[in-house]
């Protein structure tokens, strides 16, 4: 993925989620950029596999949001720790969020945070 990057931002820090929890990024700006990596790392789990399923989501008016499909899901599903990365490409939303759902098979605690670009 070229192009340089214009934005590092910390979308969830040490956020933990219960079995089967959903938890949301705040919505943030990304103004001219069209694409942007998706980072993760799964800092611990209360069991040998736990899941995390991240997904880009992207808005116009913050308040309907559709899924971001070109690269906008990442999962993590290998003991923690475990990192792993996803490029979401041909965003058309000025605003984007993520979407964290743990998997049924325990909590876990993970990081994320995004790089966008202008391609």
């Known amino acids: 993925m070229n192009g ?16 089967n929890g959903t938890v949301y990024s705040q919505a943030f700006d ?21 899941s995390l399923s991240l997904n880009a989501e992207g808005s116009n008016d913050l308040i309907n949001w559709v899924p971001l ?11 923690a720790p475990v990192a792993g990365g996803a490029n979401v490409t041909d ?4 605003y984007v969020r993520i979407k964290a759902d743990a998997g049924t098979s325990g909590a876990i605690t993970f990081n994320a945070s995004i790089n966008s670009k202008q391609l």
Request: charged share 5%; aromatic share 10%; glycine share 8%.
């Open 91 to 94: 965003v058309a939303a000025r």
């Open 30 to 50: 990304i103004g001219a950029d069209n694409a942007f990596f998706l980072a993760a790392f799964a800092v611990s789990g209360t069991t040998t596999v736990n």
């Open 69 to 79: 499909t070109t690269g906008g899901a990442l999962v993590l599903s290998t003991a």
């Open 4 to 19: 340089v990057v214009t934005m590092f931002l910390e979308v969830f820090t040490n956020q933990a989620l219960a079995a």
